[in-house]
Structures are given as structure tokens and as C-alpha cells.
């Protein structure tokens, strides 16, 4: 199937540019998220908004787990993530953005800095997410499926 462009949104630059600033966020309000601070196995941190669609303990376990890896100096608030939160809170999912080093508006404690190929920071979190739900699950339980995109 060959892609083509609108005729009033011709070119990659504006197709990047429209979305960010007049596309719908969200349908509904917007995204209400509880932040955790999570130490690396190297002495630094990430910190990790969460959206919980049911404020009964352990209730997003139940769930499915919707995790975004946020793009290239993008957060928890970027259009795209906000549009996500919308999409897994409407389907009651829970939803985690992890924040890369640097990306969530404090400086990090260790040089090591967030880059596009690190696939170790991003297996340990997915690892650490996956515990987390299989631990509040209980013993025996399976926790919900959880996804990342």
C-alpha cells in the first residue's frame, strides 16, 4: 500500500508539525498521572507516570499494561503519549510512561545519558514493570498482559 499525503498537508515536515500543535490530545480530560522515582542498577534514577484508570490498590494488575517508550527528548505530557494515556484509559487499561535520563525535567545524578539504541535501560524497565505487576498479583496469580510501544 503506497502512502499518499493529504493535499492541505503535503510533506514530512509538516506531517510532523500539524499533530503537535492542533491535533486532539484527548477525548476526554486530561491525563492525571502518579510519578514513581525508580533507582538504577548504576546509582542514577528514572521516574515512571503512571495513569491509573481504577484507584483500588492493585486494580491495574488486573488490568493490561499499556507502557510507552516516549520518543527523542519526549515525555509523559507529549502529544503522542497524552493520546495514548486517552486510548488505554478509555479501554481500562493501565497506562506507565518511563522517562528516559534527562527527559523528565530533572537533571540526572550519573553522566549516562538517554540514547535511541539503549535496549538494556529499556529491558530492565519492561523486567521491573513485569515483577511489580506479578508481585501485587500475588503468589500464583498471572498478572494482565503487558505491552509496550
Given at each position: 500500500m503506497?502512502?499518499?499525503?493529504?493535499?492541505?498537508?503535503?510533506?514530512?515536515?509538516?506531517?510532523?508539525?500539524?499533530?503537535?500543535?492542533?491535533?486532539?490530545?484527548?477525548?476526554?480530560?486530561?491525563?492525571?498521572?502518579?510519578?514513581?522515582?525508580w533507582d538504577t542498577p548504576d546509582g542514577d534514577f528514572i521516574d515512571v507516570d503512571f495513569l491509573d484508570p481504577d484507584p483500588k490498590?492493585?486494580?491495574?494488575?488486573?488490568?493490561?499494561m499499556l507502557v510507552l517508550f516516549h520518543g527523542l527528548e519526549g515525555s509523559s505530557r507529549s502529544h503522542y503519549a497524552e493520546a495514548f494515556a486517552d486510548f488505554a484509559r478509555e479501554r481500562g487499561m493501565a497506562f506507565a510512561v518511563p522517562h528516559f535520563r534527562g527527559c523528565s525535567g530533572e537533571i540526572n545524578r550519573a553522566p549516562r545519558a538517554y540514547h535511541s539504541g539503549?535496549?538494556?535501560?529499556?529491558?530492565?524497565?519492561?523486567?521491573?514493570?513485569q515483577a511489580r505487576r506479578q508481585t501485587q498479583a500475588g503468589p500464583g496469580a498471572a498478572a494482565?498482559?503487558?505491552v509496550a510501544v
Open positions: 503506497n502512502y499518499v499525503a493529504p493535499v492541505w498537508l503535503p510533506g514530512g515536515q509538516l506531517q510532523t508539525i500539524w499533530p503537535a500543535l492542533y491535533a486532539h490530545r484527548v477525548f476526554g480530560p486530561h491525563p492525571q498521572y502518579r510519578r514513581e522515582r490498590p492493585g486494580a491495574a494488575d488486573e488490568k493490561p539503549d535496549f538494556e535501560e529499556v529491558g530492565w524497565i519492561l523486567a521491573r514493570v494482565a498482559p503487558l
